[in-house]
């Protein structure tokens, strides 16, 4: 039950896009199609934006996308804007009922 | 509106014990897998513990097995945590959370702060 890897930070300039990964193992990311993203704005509550890979909630801006390759998956943010500065979380299903989330990332935008 | 509660965290020393609540509302309880889900301060979101719409099937992870109990009252919509024998290292802010599936967590209410004193 090891967290996930993501980069501690991740910056872009307004209308760049800019790509956060999350790297587990066969255990996780690599053996299930069920990864997901969360933004969290500090003091707020957590906002799921990405769920099975590359699914949208409703209401989710499409400038966010999901995908995986192997034990890795990504989070790729388009079109920067100032209100995705926030902390992006990937969580994984690890088989049995159990999940493990990654370490999380701080998208900054400059 | 989906929407869920959380209440009850508090001030413990360690070895003390606290019980959690949420209040969910707006969809249909009683069908649905609920998770816990824990930010200590500073650090990143960690899985706790999770339980199925009905039955006993309740899974956690390995710091808090055999320490915290799961559980809900489906007639009330209603989720709690027993934490007992409680560790500094359990401080955290703790979320409840309704599984839609697979890890898709929506919604989150504004978490309860648990602070555990050494």
């Known amino acids: 039950q090891s967290a996930l890897t993501q980069p501690a930070s991740v910056s872009g300039s307004p209308g760049q896009s800019i790509a956060i990964s999350c790297t587990g193992t066969?255990?996780?990311?690599?053996?299930?199609?069920?990864v997901s993203w969360y933004q969290h704005y500090p003091g707020k509550a957590p906002k799921v934006i990405i769920y099975?890979?590359?699914k949208r909630p409703s209401g989710v801006s499409d400038r966010f996308s999901g995908s995986k390759s192997g034990n890795t998956a990504s989070l790729t943010i388009s079109g920067l804007r100032a209100e995705d500065e926030a902390d992006y979380y990937c969580?994984?299903?690890?088989?049995?009922?159990?999940?493990?989330f990654g370490f999380g990332t701080r998208v900054t935008v400059l | 509106e989906e929407q869920v509660v959380e209440s009850g965290g508090d001030w413990v020393q360690a070895g003390g014990s606290l019980r959690l609540s949420c209040a969910a509302s707006g969809f249909d309880f009683k069908t649905t897998w609920m998770s816990w889900v824990r930010q200590a301060p500073g650090k990143g979101l960690e899985w706790v513990a999770d339980?199925?719409?009905?039955?006993?099937?309740?899974f956690y992870v390995d710091s808090v097995k055999g320490r915290f109990t799961i559980s809900r009252d489906n007639a009330k919509n209603s989720l709690y945590l027993q934490m007992n024998s409680l560790r500094a290292e359990d401080t955290a802010t703790y979320y409840c959370?309704?599984?839609?599936?697979?890890?898709?967590?929506?919604?989150w209410g504004q978490g309860t702060l648990v602070i555990v004193s050494s």
């Open positions: 099975d890979v590359s």
């Open positions: 339980i199925k719409y009905v039955g006993r099937e309740e």
């Open positions: 969580c994984s299903y690890a088989g049995h009922s159990f999940y493990v």
């Open positions: 066969s255990s996780d990311v690599g053996g299930y199609n069920f």
């Open positions: 959370v309704r599984d839609k599936g697979y890890g898709n967590f929506d919604p």
